[in-house]
Antibody, heavy 120, light 109 residues
Framework: QVQLQESGPGLVKPSETLSLTCTVS?????????WGWIRQSPGKGLEWIAN???????DYNPSLMSRVTISVDTSKNRFSLNLRSLTAADTAVYYC?????????????WGQGILVTVSS | EIVLTQSPGTLSLSPGERATLSCRAS???????LAWYQQRPGQAPRLLIY???GRAAGVPDRFRGSGSGTDFTLTISSLEPEDFAVYFC??????????FGQGTKVEIK
């Protein structure tokens, strides 16, 4: 059974960088699949952020692309998200996900989510 | 970017009733590129239906997706207590971004 677990700060200040990590259990990232991040806020609903393949290939949401970096660490079986220049609009629950399909955009496994608040 | 508009915002029904949820796309899309998710309070979304006939593991067959062009429907044939939740449609065709509708809440009447 694939399980995903987000970790990171619950509170970050405006203009700073958010760093989140998703640790995967029950599956070796190096075996395949894309891995990704989705966030959910009252204002914008569900918003797909980015995907990364085990090889390091990436897809980004164009609306966030200039501020986002997604990366994978197969040795630790985890992947990460960095979101720069934070504003209050980035306050959301952030989910790590496993997408499948062609394109890899059907999300069958989700972490429990981590609430991130951007506030001074 | 495909914009998905779901209606109604809230659907008030009783257990055993049939639920019909609508998802309208801003342009023609293929049903093979649409998915539906369920989100219960305090939980992450859960994949229900994807593509023409895909059903995620463990999803009962009372959930059915249909539609074409710009108008798509999720039907729950007979509501069970655990079905009262928020439902989202999602488009995943072509190029990113993959987009979601704003959700329909199915509540107990």
């Amino acid at each position: 059974q694939v399980q995903l677990q987000e970790s990171g700060p619950g509170l970050v200040k405006p203009s700073e960088t958010l760093s989140l990590t998703c640790t995967v259990s029950g599956y070796f990232i190096s075996s395949g699949y894309y891995w990704g991040w989705i966030r959910q806020s009252p204002g914008k609903g569900l918003e797909w952020i980015a995907n990364v393949y085990h090889s390091g290939d990436t897809d980004y949401n164009p609306s966030l692309m200039s501020r986002v970096t997604i990366s994978v660490d197969t040795s630790k079986n985890r992947f990460s998200l960095n979101l720069r220049s934070l504003t209050a609009a980035d306050t959301a629950v952030y989910y790590c996900v496993r997408p499948f399909g062609v394109p890899a955009a059907i999300f069958d496994y989700w972490g429990q989510g981590i609430l991130v608040t951007v506030s001074s | 970017e495909i914009v998905l508009t779901q209606s109604p915002g809230t659907l008030s029904l009783s257990p055993g009733e049939r639920a019909t949820l609508s998802c309208r796309a801003s342009q023609t899309i293929s049903r093979s590129r649409l998915a539906w998710y369920q989100q219960r309070p305090g939980q992450a979304p859960r994949l229900l239906i994807y593509g023409e006939s895909g059903r995620a593991a463990g999803v009962p067959d009372r959930f059915r997706g249909s539609g074409s062009g710009t108008d798509f429907t999720l039907t729950i044939s007979s509501l069970e207590p655990e079905d009262f939740a928020v439902y989202f449609c999602q488009h995943f065709g072509g190029s990113p971004p993959w987009t979601f509708g704003q959700g329909t809440k199915v509540e107990i009447k």
